[in-house]
């Protein structure tokens, strides 16, 4: 009994021993996994945190469009005082490249504390100043040309010669130096006649003699100085005026291009009868990586004559699918990357002078150029990158409505006929300064040039177009419910669920569609009204049946026979907006009723 009892109590205790043990090991296991999944979390909020530039803020006179961009498009913006930065920081330049940042296009990420002096920066270019720093002049990115594009052989000889004028006010040093870099280092040299910088009366030190000296060293570059500040268009005209080359190729201050960009711009610039564009690729204006952007440029503008970026009519996919290294149309350009034949540019009437600072100015150009016997093209095997800027650093003297406003004005003035009445009517503000627009000299050079109608224009180069027409019903569609179909504003290009907004009076625009004779229902930005799975949707205009809608009535059908129905929760708003909007059996229900109130256009 006695050997038994001690038998137990050896086994009790090695059992204990093996107990703690196992207990020891659950608690680190369980320690691990909660730090593990720690980690994990921390990973992903950071992964979705706002990014931290997004919550610095501009001072009014900075242009922001506050309806949304589809993307925004940059040109030639140049730096604000950097708020309450010291001079000695806002003059400085800190170029000082580490070996190996950014090489073949690749993105520079930032230790912690850097990060914070990165965010005190910022506001200067609104793009990473530290980041571009660090990255050499002459660094190197990777071949972005399609297969196609590589195979197309030039014969050098026959091609055109170039000056690239690029326009600079308050550029970041190491920003401007690396545009000029990679001109130089990927354009043959029998095309590149010189390169033209014309500084717009920059205030930065360091854009001063240290400019000079840097530049007195390149081969084929030289600087204008302008004393006075006239903006892009004053600053590209006095470049263009000092060209010698067969071909003017604009570039702003921010942009890199890559191997083979000159040769196709040459090529059909020499043809005498157009704009040609390049494809614009994106640098981050965070960490400066080069990125492809998709193969579908195609530019337009809104209701509310900003530009966008918009998908391709089908005609122009299948243009672009038989033959992916041809160049093709587009009804509108960015303005900030283009060429053309200095012949062509002048004999069009160059720039509008009148125009002030920047804004607008390549709508007016690619309405001219259209209307007036040219054509504008996007050729994609021409590849340069762009900073795109979320916020534009740049001050318009006198703020935005004596600028941007005068130069819509003047440009739907002299070009949109019966449409500029559309445009004026809608934005009042613009309407009071159209009458104090000198614009009788251009009047006359569209006169002399011979120049098409604007109905051309949308009916031959933009037949995809989403403006109101003679022949299009247009106006308000109001659910008997509550509410209208529309789009609120700040809606991305990829479109959104749809649902009701508020009815607004007749110069609400977000309130507004258009009925075409086909049976599309579009709205401003290029959206049409589309049955998708389950519910309705905004989405990019197209030929897809499913966009196709037929009024019988106060009912909307689909091809199909199902009636456009709107059902509303208890948090939805009656009178103004929200609510599920879906295809459904037609039934005696005043869900599926909807009125239409026509609103005058002009």
């Known amino acids: 009994m006695l050997l038994k009892n001690d038998f137990w109590s050896l086994l009790c205790r090695g059992r204990k021993k093996k107990i703690v043990t196992l207990l020891v090991v659950l608690i680190l296991l369980i320690n691990a996994m ?12 950071r992964k979705h945190k706002e990014p931290w530039y997004n919550s610095l803020h501009f001072d009014k006179d900075s242009y922001v469009d506050e309806t949304g961009m589809r993307v925004i498009v940059g040109h030639y913006v140049g730096g604000i005082k950097g708020g309450d930065l010291p001079d000695d920081v806002v003059n400085s330049n800190n170029y000082a490249p580490v070996p190996g940042a950014g090489e073949g296009g690749r993105p520079v990420q930032l230790s912690q504390r850097e990060l914070i002096t990165a965010r005190e ?17 002459n660094r190197s990115l990777p071949d972005m040309r399609s297969e196609s594009c590589r195979s197309v052989e030039f014969n050098l000889d026959n091609l055109p010669t170039a000056t690239i004028i690029i326009v600079f006010h308050n550029e970041a040093w190491s920003t401007l130096m690396r545009t000029v870099m990679s001109v130089l280092n990927r354009s043959p040299g029998v095309l590149l006649k010189q390169v033209i910088l014309v500084d717009d009366a920059s205030d930065r030190r360091y854009l001063g003699e240290e400019l000079d000296k840097a530049i007195a060293k390149l081969d084929k570059v030289q600087i204008l100085r302008n004393p006075t500040r006239t903006g892009l268009v004053g600053a590209r005209l006095m470049g263009a005026r000092e060209a010698v080359g067969d071909v003017l190729v604009f570039l702003d201050a921010h942009c890199e291009v890559t191997q083979g960009w000159l040769e196709p711009l040459l ?9 040609i564009c390049p494809h614009i690729d994106l640098l981050s204006d965070d960490t400066m990586s080069y990125t492809k952007s998709i193969d579908a440029h195609w530019g337009a503008f809104s209701w509310r004559l900003h530009f966008r970026w918009l998908i391709p009519g089908s005609d122009v996919l299948a243009l672009k699918s038989a033959n ?22 002048w004999r069009l009437g160059g720039y509008d002078e009148g125009m002030l600072i920047w804004g607008a100015e390549n709508l ?3 309405w001219r150029a259209w209307q007036c016997g040219a054509r504008v093209e ?118 959104r669920p749809a649902s009701t907004v508020p009815c607004g009076n007749d110069l609400d625009l977000d309130s507004l569609v258009v009925y075409t004779p086909e049976g599309r229902v579009m709205a401003d930005e290029g959206l049409c009204l589309q049955q998708g799975n389950g519910r309705a949707v905004w989405s990019a205009c197209s030929d897809s049946s499913k966009q196709l809608w037929v009024q019988k009535g106060p009912r909307l059908k689909t091809p199909s026979g199902l009636c456009l129905t709107l059902y509303l929760t208890e948090k939805d708003d009656k009178d103004k907006d929200g609510g599920f909007i879906t295809s459904k059996k037609c039934i005696q229900d005043n869900r599926q009723i909807w009125h239409l109130e026509r609103v005058p256009w002009r």
């Open 324 to 345: 992916p290294s041809k160049p093709y149309p587009t009804p509108t350009m960015a303005g900030g990357l283009f060429a053309v034949r200095k012949s062509l540019f």
């Open 378 to 495: 996007i050729t994609s095997c021409s590849r340069v990158g762009h900073i795109f800027r979320r916020h534009s650093p740049y001050k318009y003297p006198g703020g935005v409505a004596k600028v941007l406003n005068s130069n819509l004005a003047r440009a739907a003035t002299v070009w949109m006929d019966e449409w500029a009445e559309f445009f004026f009517k809608f934005n009042p503000s613009i309407a009071a300064i159209r009458d104090q627009q000198t614009v009788a000299d251009r009047v006359e050079l569209r006169k002399n040039l011979k120049c098409k109608s604007f109905k051309w224009y949308l009916e031959n180069v933009w037949p995809q177009h989403f403006f109101p027409t003679d022949d299009r019903w247009f106006g308000r569609i109001r659910s008997d419910i509550g509410g209208c179909l529309g789009v609120p504003a700040g809606t991305p290009g990829v479109g």
């Open 34 to 45: 909660f730090y593990v999944s720690l980690e994990l979390y921390n990973t992903v909020k």
């Open 267 to 275: 090529d059909r610039a020499g043809n005498d009868d157009v704009f």
């Open 121 to 137: 920066l910022y506001s200067l270019h609104s793009y990473n100043i530290l980041v571009s720093d660090k990255i050499s002049i």
């Open 364 to 366: 007016e150009l690619s």
